[in-house]
């Protein structure tokens, strides 16, 4: 058993360009591996290399229908990126939260000040 992350796996299965494109295909529904290299520029061994890794990250799943086998999206197969992705904005959002509070509190400050004298400016 690994020690890397659901996430992990994705991101790593994602790496390739050619993984990407081959969920985009995924998207419209299940596939057959034939169908799926029609569309690419590479053979039906490579398709199915790439599914097999698209498989064990989670991401993609299979069925055999007769002798064919149908590839389709994994219905939770993106659940953990996304809440990775969430954590990551929300840790952003919120740092970026917290500076504009800083400004508008120094901004605010600043003008609750009453102006300076000639005297007393340096």
């Known amino acids: ?21 081959l969920l985009e295909l995924l998207h419209t529904g299940p596939r057959p591996v ?9 053979g039906r061994p490579a398709v199915s290399k790439h599914l097999r890794v698209l498989e064990g990250a989670g991401l993609v799943e299979h069925r055999s229908q007769g002798t064919r086998n149908l590839y389709a999206l994994a219905p939770d197969g993106l659940a953990d990126v996304q809440q990775w992705l969430v954590g990551l904005w929300d840790t952003a959002l919120a740092a970026f939260a917290g500076y504009i509070e800083d400004y508008a509190r120094t901004e605010h400050d600043q003008h609750d000040q009453p102006p300076q004298s000639r005297e007393e400016r340096p």
């Open 1 to 21: 058993m690994s020690n890397q992350s659901a996430a992990e796996s994705a991101f790593d299965a994602l790496g390739d360009p050619m993984r990407r494109r």
């Open 34 to 42: 034939g169908e799926l290299a029609a569309q690419l520029p590479i």
